[in-house]
Structures are given as C-alpha cells and as structure tokens.
C-alpha cells in the first residue's frame, strides 16, 4: 500500500531538511542545494557508466562504498567538474570539508554532486561563500528549493513523496531530480536524491536502489547520451522505527513503492526532455529473452525516426518494425504486431489493419503508448521515450553542457 | 595509380548502359532506374544487417549467392517494398521477370532494389509500364539519370567514376548511389551500385566489395539509424581483358581505388545528410585495440551533442570526451588529447588549451577534422559525421520513410 503525496519531496520525510539558493555559479537561476539530515543516515548510490566520470563523483561513490553514516549532499548545478583531473577532485574534497565543517559533521559524511558545463573548473570562492550563505537557509520546507537549485536546461521542477505502509507503521520516501538531456537508458544519466524514514542498512538500501533503479531510471531516453555525472542517492535515517529486512514482506512493498517513485520521476525527466512534446510509453512482449525484450524497447526509445515521426504524429509503423529490427534481438519481423493504446496498427504477417484517422487521435494526445508482440516468447519490457523535436536541436546547439 | 574523373558515373565504365525515369511511384520527381550489361558480369553486393530485410534484398541476395552472370539492375524509389511479407517478395519477383522478359535475360541475371516508404505494397501497374517505357531509353549517357532516379530526400545527385593503372591496362570503375537519412554505421546503410570493366570470379569481386565497405560505408552516421533496405553491388564486365586474381599487386592497386571511390560516396551522403550543413572527419588514434578505436569513432560520430555542438560551432570537447567515455572502449580520459583540424584543444592530464577565437575559425568551415589521440595503444579509425539540425527533425517528422 503506497500513496503519492501532493506538492510532496524531499523534506516531506520527517527529520530531513534542505535549501536552494543562487549563489552565483549559473548567471542568474538557483544553483546550489543542500539535503541535511542531523540524524546519521544510511546511505547507497548508483553512480553513471561512462568512463569519464565527474570529480564529484569519485569523491561521493566512496562515501557510499565507506557504508558510513552519511548526513548531508550539496549539488551545485551550472559547471558539472568533469574532465577537470585531480584539480577537479580538490576542489570537490575542498567543498565537501568545508560544508562539513560548516555544518560540525565529518567531511565522509558528505555527498557531492555536480551537473553543467564539462571541463571547467568549479568557481571556488563562489562556491564556498555559497556555502556560507546556504547552510543557515536549512528548513523543513526548503525541499523544493532544492529540487530547483539542481535544474540545468529543465522546464519543470521535479519533485515527489510517496506514504507506505508497512504492517502498521506508515513511513515516507521524498525524492527530488533533475534530467531532461543527455538522457539514455543505461544507469540514471541525471541526478536523484531520495531520502526516507525507514531503517536500513547500507547493503540492504543499495539493493533496493539498485532494482528500483533497473526499472525506472534505466528504461528512460531523450537522446541516447550518457552523461559523466549521474548519480541518484538514497538516505535513510530510520527515524520512523520501521527497520527494513530482506525478504520480508515490508522490504518487498518499500521496493515496489520505491519503484514507483523512481518510475514517477524517470517518466518526469522524460516528458521534461529537451524540446519534448511528448511522453511515450512503450511495452514490449511476446520477447524470447529478457534480453531481447531490453534491446527492443531500446532500440525503438533511441531511435531518431521513430521519435521525429511521433514529432510529426505520424502513424510510421515502418520505422519501428525497422527499429526493432536493428535493435540486435533475436525476431522474426513477420510475427511482430503493434499497437498504438489499443488500437491495432499491424498484425503479424506484416497485415496492415491501421486506420489513419484513429491513429491520428492517439498520436496528437500529449502521452500514449507504443505496444509492440513480438510473439516469439513471454518476456516483456516498459521503457520511456519522447519525441524528438527542433527544439532539442536549438537548445544543444546554443547551450554548452 | 587511380585518378577520378570529372561526372564520371556508371555509364563512364564501357559496355554498360543505364537509364532513369519517372514513372509513377513518386509524385512527380524521377522514381525508375537501370543499369544494363549486354556483357555477363561477375557480381558481388553487401546488404543491411537488420533483421527487417525489404523483399528486393532477400531476392537480390539469391541472385549474388548464385556466382551467375549478371546483367542488369533495377531499383525504385518512392517505395521500399519492406514490410510487405510474401506478395512484397512476389511483387519482386514479378518486376525481376518482367524485366528479364523485355531484355531477353534470365530473372537470375537481374538484381531488383527498392527505397522509400516502409510497409506499403509497390504500384505494380505503374511499376510494369515503367519496365516497358525505361528499357528502350537505355544508353551509354544514361548514368547520370540514374543516379537521379535513385533519390529520395537526397539533394545532391552521387554518381563517380575512377579510372585505374593496372601495369599496363587501364581500368575504369563507376558508381552511383544514394542515402541521406537512416545512416549509421554498419554495413551500407543505403544504396550504391558500381560498375567496372575489369574480370574477377564473384569470390573475389566479393572480397574486394566488403573490405572496401569495411573502411567507408561501415564508418559514417547521419542518425544511428541501419535501414531495411541498403545494399550495394558491384558488376564486372571484364571487357578491359584485364583478369583480377587475390595477391596480385593489380589486385591491391584495384582495391585501393575501389576503398577511395566507395569513401568519396560514403562522404557525399555523409554531406548530403538530412539537414546537414557540414561534413567532420574523426580521426581516433592510440587505441589499445582496433575495436576500440571503431568503437570511439562510432560513439562520437552518433553522438546527437557532439552533432548538434558542430551545427552550434561551439568547440564543446567535453562531448566528445564524454561520448568516448561511454563508447564501452576502454580508454583512460586522462590521457586523452582532442584537436580541431591542427589546433590543440585539449592535452592529456585535461589541460585546456583551446583558444576560442581560432576555434570558431575551424568550427564556421564546412568541413573539418575531430582529432582524438587516447595514448592507450597503436590502432587507429577514420569516421565521417554531419551535424545535426532542425532541418533533420523537419524532413523526418514531415516525410514518411
């Protein structure tokens, strides 16, 4: 039993505090972000697969690998020190022992993220005299605050709190992120925070984040890019007295909610993409691997034709057999039928049934589904795409990342 | 010895013929061409490698597998025929006799190649009476026509000839072919018929066609997109009376001129690109492996940031590096070197050293050089990019592939 909560985030979660100011790393929007919680938490994180990583990076994934009780991530958006070497690793070290100082907790208590620009090195004195100026904006209300100061080239605020109950005790999870390009399935490829009133230990969170993660974060594409710093954190202070073991049936309906919340927000990053319009659902089944599942609904989420045509409300079913076709899966493209929501587009023996004119009804809806059998086994996979637009290419092509 | 000659094309290459007409297919612009050898010709062709194969490709795959003579060939644009099951391959067939019939060939002597839009039967009236009008326009200036008729968001016509010094005989080698959309790296990815006059078993003449498709077909992106449809085919008349056997230095001297000319296509499609207003060479250096290399050169070439940064001229290097770094290479960004054309922007260890002004200098050409030296090993890779547009997402999400 899992509820949404209006307006919901990361402080919605009893014990946690946070704040997002301008401090002057961006020319004008909010760029910097604290998460505090004085009760030492349990952490775990998922860190991106490029082999470029971000400073921040390096520095956060050993405080998660420590399995240390963490307190506190500051995020800076506008400069993502990535590709700055180990002057980039300093100046990440330098922001987390400040902060710790500043707040009286241990730097390895710290985590550190960054999102922007590649290559530059982070404004230090800006940042440190951000610092100072955010650590005494900490409230209980300071959530989406936050989940502002972390947006780059995002439209919408992304922000969410999910209630469950678990036997009797009801506990809370708050996330906020940030993502809407260099967006592509594999690992997050944006930024997430999460905090929670469960009680778990590291190992234990980082086995829920990761399968949540599985489902959610890594079914997402704008754009087939996957940046050199994501990462999404949970933190668990325990104060709720629910303490999460594995196997259970608690832990077995955190996870599911968990992977909600995880799903509500990749969905978000994905209808938020550059230039999107459009938030498309696509499921595929009849798959004779899980494998060939993922590399299907993939291949169709990062496919350029199969997003400018759902641009152009096309019903260009060609160009998702082709997709699919390409997509390294093993399929027979003559048993293949796909379907926009419910209404069949064509059947196996590639019999065309479409009806352009219902078609169209579906196509020019804000969010619908791509639903592709391909009738050759009983696995199946949801993924996330939106279309591609000439907004997507103005945006990349004036914006430095 | 190889020297291009000026609108040159596969009518430049004696004993064959070639015609290309309006028919029908289309709405108004050239949809019908052939190619004619009164001279059996040896035959090789590669083919795309998604598992939707269009119906002309299963039955021109059939005719190459023969080692037959063959004698013409025949390709519509306006429509694919893929997609189109059993009556599609019928449909083939159909054309492929009939043409055989009018020539006074066998249907093996016939290839048959289709573009355009995916899962729609082919007017096959307006098809046969095409076969009847194109046949009689046959001639040895009809090259050029072809080239035309192959077309479909292409704006340039691609059509080639190169003339080589084998020891003491001269030889000639002809092209045409087409491609704009759909373009990645892996196999043709579009439609290329050459022509030559010199002798070789299939075998040979197969060997040939697939490494020189190897170093200029298989490494050029527009989208990240592998059509249903591409191949390309090669024709030996061998009426230079000079014979080709593996080995020979004839052999090398003839495969570098075959590799050249397929690379001038390769670029031409590359610069003809959906929407594309520039043309970049990637040159990958210093990889461990030669998988490495392809696969850096592939993941920046595919890149949509790094394409939309070229259309911006924004010397954005911290997208190429992060497209390096999720390439699945292994490569150790601290070591990385980028350069536009001669210009360092970046040295190992991240030392910036762009200088902005003369970088822009090089980014506002219409062609130019990536540079990446990943100091990791000795193997190399040279990709061909375009950039990356709002015209692109125009063309696509207006016009149904």
Redesign the interface.
Known sequence: MYQFIDNGTVTTVQGFKAAGIFCGIKRKKKDLALIYSEVPCSAAGTFT?????AAPLLISKKVIQNKKPVKAVLVNSGN?N?????E?EQDAKTSQKYLAQKLGILPSEVLVSSTG???KRLPMDTLLSGIDKIVPKLSEEGGHDAAEAIMTTDKAMKSFAVKVCLGTKEIMIGAICKGS??I?PNMATMLGFITTDVKAEPEVLQKLLKEAVQNSFNKISV??????NDMVTIMANGLSGKKLTEGTKDYKQFLQALEELCKKMAKAIVADGEGATKLVTINVKGAKTQKDADLVGKAIA????VK??I??Q?A????I??????SG??????LVSISFNDLPV?MP??K?VLDEEKALEILSLKEFEINIDLRSGKKSSTWWTCD???E???I???Y??
Chains 1, 2 share one sequence.
């Open positions: 697969i490029n082999k470029v990583k993502a990535a590709c700055t070497g180990k980039g620009v590649i290559g390009g260099m592509m754009d087939g890019e996957t940046s050199t990062n496919s350029a034709l400018t045509a641009y152009g096309d260009n079913w060609g160009r057999m082709s997709a699919a076709g390409m899966a093993s399929i027979n493209p003559a064509v023996d590639y065309i591609f637009t000439e997507y290419i103005k990349n092509a004036d430095r990342t």
